[in-house]
């Protein structure tokens, strides 16, 4: 019985067929998980998805231990297209992009009553007043989740604005950031913070962008943690973002080991709404994400039909 229980043991369990990498916000745990469901449906592959950060997850497009990312922003990820798209040719990215913006945000009830609605306003200690709520002087500001690549960016133009010394720049979760909307809305107390949309965020309340000075390319300057230590000193960035779009990437090394998988990712459309229910069915009702995709693929068979089978 050892011997046989030793044998049952050591029996390797079998790999997965591909490797989908989940970024850690709502709509790309989604995606990952969608397309781990089509994957198995439509061409009997098993993919293991494995939740890690962006740049662990280029990395690992680049030496082939991850085949898809699902939800590649674009211009976070400029400094990546250069590095594995454009330079080492190991990254490829799909043609069909979602539309989508970044900047930041304020509840109504921050801009009507206490008149933040410029990002120039941030600079005001009378206006950003309203914002301290632990009275050391300084208000607080989400800029994002801690590795996201935005949260980086949201730092430097917090310096290149100014506002970085009237305002805390926190890095919590996200849904740590979505819950003190939440709360800030039912207590009518002020708040602003760093927003993207599509998201569920704008379904569920009032809000408010803040306006800021048109994107001008030669104002944008981003340097990435990873690419230098003194990253936020050489970085400038006194503008809007730039129209903002994101895609599914993945390993060139599938055009030859799994071609018409490539295919079905290239042609995989969503659309903002679609990433805006995504984020509120995780993030509000908390649904599993592979329960949802499942759910999902069901509901959309025509199109997953269509991406798979043109």
């Given at each position: 019985m050892a011997a046989l229980t030793m044998l049952v043991v050591n029996i390797p369990a079998q790999a997965a067929d591909l490797v989908i990498a989940m970024p850690n916000w709502p709509s790309g745990q989604a995606t990952a998980n969608i397309l781990k469901v089509s994957l198995k449906e439509k061409f009997g592959l098993d993919a293991e998805v494995r939740e890690m950060g962006t740049l662990i997850a280029f990395a690992g497009l680049d030496s082939g231990e991850v085949d898809i990312h699902p939800e590649m922003w674009l211009p976070n990820l400029d400094n990546l297209v250069k590095k594995y798209v454009d330079g080492a040719g190991t990254v490829a990215i799909s043609?069909?992009?979602?539309?989508?913006w970044q900047g930041i945000c304020a509840t109504r009830e921050t801009a009507d009553k206490f008149g933040i609605r410029d990002i120039s306003d941030l600079t005001d200690p009378r206006k950003t007043a309203a914002l301290d709520t632990d009275r050391d002087g300084h208000g607080e500001l989400w800029i994002g989740a801690e590795g996201w690549s935005s949260t980086a960016i949201e730092r430097v133009r917090a310096n290149s604005y100014g506002y970085a010394k009237t305002m805390t720049l926190l890095e919590t979760p996200e849904d740590v950031g979505m819950a003190a909307v939440d709360a800030a809305v039912a207590t009518a107390h002020p708040m602003v913070f760093a927003c993207y949309a599509p998201h569920h965020v704008f379904e569920l309340h009032d809000i408010v962008r803040l306006t800021e000075p048109p994107?001008?390319?030669?104002?944008?300057?981003?340097?990435?943690?990873?690419?230098?230590?003194?990253?936020?000193?050489?970085?400038?960035?006194?503008?809007?973002?730039?129209?903002?779009?994101?895609?599914?990437?993945?390993?060139?090394?599938?055009?030859?080991?799994?071609?018409?998988?490539?295919?079905?990712?290239?042609?995989?459309?969503?659309?903002?709404?679609?990433?805006?229910?995504?984020?509120?069915?995780?993030?509000?009702?908390?649904?599993?994400?592979?329960?949802?995709?499942?759910?999902w693929v069901a509901a959309q068979g025509a199109r997953v039909h269509g991406w798979a089978n043109p």
């Open positions: 043609p069909i992009g979602v539309p989508a994107f001008d390319p030669a104002k944008w300057k981003i340097v990435l943690p990873s690419e230098d230590p003194l990253w936020v000193s050489k970085s400038s960035a006194p503008v809007s973002w730039d129209t903002a779009h994101f895609h599914i990437a993945y390993a060139t090394s599938l055009r030859k080991k799994y071609p018409d998988v490539v295919e079905f990712l290239e042609r995989v459309a969503l659309k903002p709404e679609d990433a805006a229910k995504m984020s509120y069915a995780l993030q509000v009702e908390r649904q599993d994400p592979y329960e949802y995709a499942k759910q």
